[in-house]
Structures are given as structure tokens and as C-alpha cells.
Nanobody, 116 residues
């Protein structure tokens, strides 16, 4: 089992920045993928950014150049640095972890609201 706890969401003005954190606990040695997803009202959940255990990263086109995913293995935490935020980035952001056994886990989500 893997437990994920997100933090760092909030209200920010357009053009501002936020950093989301996702702390993992439990069977973390089995995690080989960590990702941030988001879901806006009335829309499907979508991938924002991901990072593998080898450090390979992937970003949605809509956030490339503005968001950066990183991980601190010593703290068992993955971060999402979000710069130049836009109102269309408003959503609930979820942390996702996948293990070597193809098990997937989700955090509870954290709200990000970007005002004009």
C-alpha cells in the first residue's frame, strides 16, 4: 500500500506561482512512477506532469515551459512548481503513484484556483 498526501494548493492571481507537494508513505520502494493530474469542473482528469524512478519527465503541452516536476527521494516527496499560472489552470490537482506491480494510488487532491 502507498499513501499520498498533497499540499500547497490555494488561490493565486494570474501570472503567479504555486508549488504543490505530494508526500508518499508506505511501500514507497515499489514506486516507479509519480504523476500530477488535474480535473476541472465538467472535464475529465488529465495528466499534467510525470516523473519516473529513472528521472524521466513528461509534461502536457499546455504546461510545458511553465510547470516543473521534481522529486526528493530523501523526503519521499514529489513537487510540482507552477509558474505563470493562468485561469485555465484552475482545477483540483491529484498526485498519482504507480508501483512495479502496476498498482495505482491517488491522493485526496488539492484545489488550485487562478483568478484574473
Amino acid at each position: 500500500q502507498v499513501q499520498l498526501v498533497e499540499s500547497g494548493g490555494g488561490l493565486v492571481q494570474s501570472g503567479g506561482s504555486l508549488r504543490l507537494s505530494c508526500a508518499a508513505s508506505g511501500s514507497i520502494e515499489r514506486i516507479n512512477y509519480l504523476g500530477w493530474y488535474r480535473q476541472a469542473p465538467g472535464k475529465q482528469r488529465e495528466l499534467v506532469a510525470s516523473i519516473t524512478s529513472a528521472g524521466s519527465t513528461n509534461y502536457a503541452d499546455s504546461v510545458k515551459g511553465r510547470f516543473t516536476i521534481s522529486r526528493d527521494n530523501a523526503k519521499n516527496t514529489v513537487y510540482l512548481q507552477m509558474n505563470s499560472l493562468k485561469p485555465e489552470d484552475t482545477a483540483v490537482y491529484y498526485c498519482n503513484a504507480r508501483t512495479i506491480y502496476s498498482m495505482g494510488y491517488w491522493g485526496q487532491g488539492t484545489q488550485v484556483t487562478v483568478s484574473l
